[in-house]
């Protein structure tokens, strides 16, 4: 998947979405130093990832953070766990061996009922799918990347 695809697409939007908050936040009065970014469970695991984002090397684009109880899936094996979730949920949407370009060619239908079926198939209190160490934008687990 990671050569056909972006791991953590979803981060990368929300990177993304800090920065277009940083570079017009004046035009309405803000102040990009004082930008808070707030979540809770899956919200507040997003902030997490977006604290160590680049290993922390790079600001975050918010000076104060909130976190409620953050909640993910830890997602770390890249070519077993993740690859094996990615190829089920490639199957579940009618794609089978037919990677990433299938999915992006599936409908919107297709992929919503992959999901739920993704889903509801993980052991309860699990989730799924979940953001990942990739190497670039998350290079380790935010526990571990806090430690070092």
Known sequence: MEKQGLPNAGLYDQHAALQWIQNYV???GGDKTQVSAW???AGASSIQHQLVAFGGTQDPLFSKAILQSPAF???FDRKGMMEQTFQNFTALAGCAG????CLRAASPEALDEANAALISGAPEGS???GPAP?????RQT?????AS
């Open 26 to 28: 004046s035009l309405v």
């Open 39 to 41: 979540g809770e469970s």
């Open 73 to 75: 899936q830890l997602m």
């Open 98 to 101: 037919q990677g990433v370009a």
């Open 127 to 129: 989730f799924a799918v």
């Open 134 to 138: 990739d190497g670039n934008l998350i």
């Open 142 to 146: 935010p526990s571990l990347e806090f």
